[in-house]
């Protein structure tokens, strides 16, 4: 229960917020989500006293999808407010504000309405518990809004449901009015954005389908539309676009969009691709909903039997990677087949070349055809056989291979394997049969000391005069935390983007790394025994009014200590 349900006399409230700021004990009956909604700003360092702008503006109405569909009804809507007296207020998922109008105590100085920048207030409390909530005068913990009541009501994706942000309708204090005067118009506000985000939606797809037809001309062009969410690829463009083709244009079109140009104009596609594309942005009313990308073979198109090979992905020290190595070394000095398994990205294909050697091997990709015509004898077994994707095989070629296998158990093959959805019976016995030949690649997140000697040997050949690409320590730590899922391959891409696009001088900085990268891996649960520790010190705390030093008295630790595990559980992923 929320106290927009239940308000307290904000009279005591306001007695108890001035306790609270002196660090003195505060009085019974003060609502404990209010106390905790304190502390949790005393604990980010919030300043109730605010002498200055809290964040940025943000980018501007052309930049933003939801503002775009926002503004035609807050224009309509802004025209029923008071605008000396109250504001309207249109916050991002992360709680920036994007856009405002009329005039309430403090909206010139929040620019980030996040509880860490300015604590306690509705828009925040609205997304946290994703429905309407009401803040009034001292439930805020800032001083410039004690005088100020406010209602908020969460903007869900039409689409996915989750939060796209918030609508803020602030006035001076009417803490008798229940509900908020303007709870009606933040309701009618939020309707009316998610119906124009639904209308928008179904425009945009429709508009990109149409685009995407045309470009095809039925099955004749290898054609491939994108719009962020979603990916069209025609019949011939799923033979022509490796899955590294792929990636790259959704990357590049990221990248584009997340500048604000929508122009993806300088999408490069991996030095091995072997095709071209040419790009057309999708535009209506001005603004891109997306891109069509035609792609073309290119005249030099390497033969099939030489699947590409990432330059340095081969590379690394450390002990799991040593090990891999040296195990499939040693399987591969042997006669029999032998099964090569590992995340997408880890270099499975590399290293069966490797093993190959200039065995000249005959290289066929379960991914590219669903049937590889083994069942009718293509392979006869006099050249060496690389089996790329084998997950993807036809139920005719696992039967033809498992038939070989069985009469002839030295047979020179090697296959890649990436685990997934469970096999059926007759690829889990080929599985079983190459069991004792196995290689299982580790993924990149288990082996990131070899991330430097990575970084080195997948940069790009730097022009003559210009130095080689290096990074700061700081970008170097953000790379070895991230998780990587597409592995050395998504390493790769992002290594070859930085060097090409780069404008900057020096080392690479961790600001120049993409979001995910550079943000850091997800933070992490908290055990029990951590949870119950946790509890205890919040305990401690409500006890003796949030002061630190006798909490960590009554707990029997050290005042560092207790300030350690409060930056610990601040970073884990309890709330």
Known sequence: MTTAEHPPALAPLRQARQRFLAGRPLPDGVP???????????????RPDLDGPVGEPVAGPADSPLVEAARPVLARLAAALDNERSVLVLTDERLRVLWSAGSAPGDDACRDLSEREVGHNSAALALRTRRRAEVHGPEHFLDVWQDVSAVSVPLLSPDTGQPLGTLTVASTLCAGCRPHPGAALAEAAAMGVEAELRARARTDERLLLDAYERAARGRERAVVALDGRNRLVSEAAVRLASPQVLEALEQGAARAWGRGTGEPYDISLPEDAGCTVEITPVRH???????IAVLAPRTEEPAPSSPPRPAGSLVGSSVPWRHALARAAGLARTAGPLLVAGERGTGKTTL??????????????????SGLGLKDETWTGVRPLLLRHAERLAQPDIAALNSVLDERPDVHLVATYTPGTPPGPCLQRLLDTLAARSVTLPALRERPDDIRELLTALAPRPAPGCPPLTWTLDALRALEQHPWPGNVTELAHLVRALASGRRACGPVRRSELPDPVREGPAARSLSPMEL????????????????????????????ATLYRKLREYQGSGAS
């Open 352 to 369: 069966a070349l490797e093993l190959l050697g200039r065995t000249d091997p005959l290289v066929v990709d379960a991914a590219e055809s």
């Open 285 to 291: 009313e001005g603004r891109a909903l997306g891109l």
């Open 32 to 46: 404990d989500d209010v106390v905790a909604a304190w502390r949790r700003a005393r604990f980010f360092g919030v």
């Open 532 to 559: 119950a520790e946790r509890s205890a010190i919040l305990e401690a705390l409500r006890r003796h009014g949030g002061n630190k030093a006798r909490a960590a008295a009554a707990l029997g630790i050290a005042r």
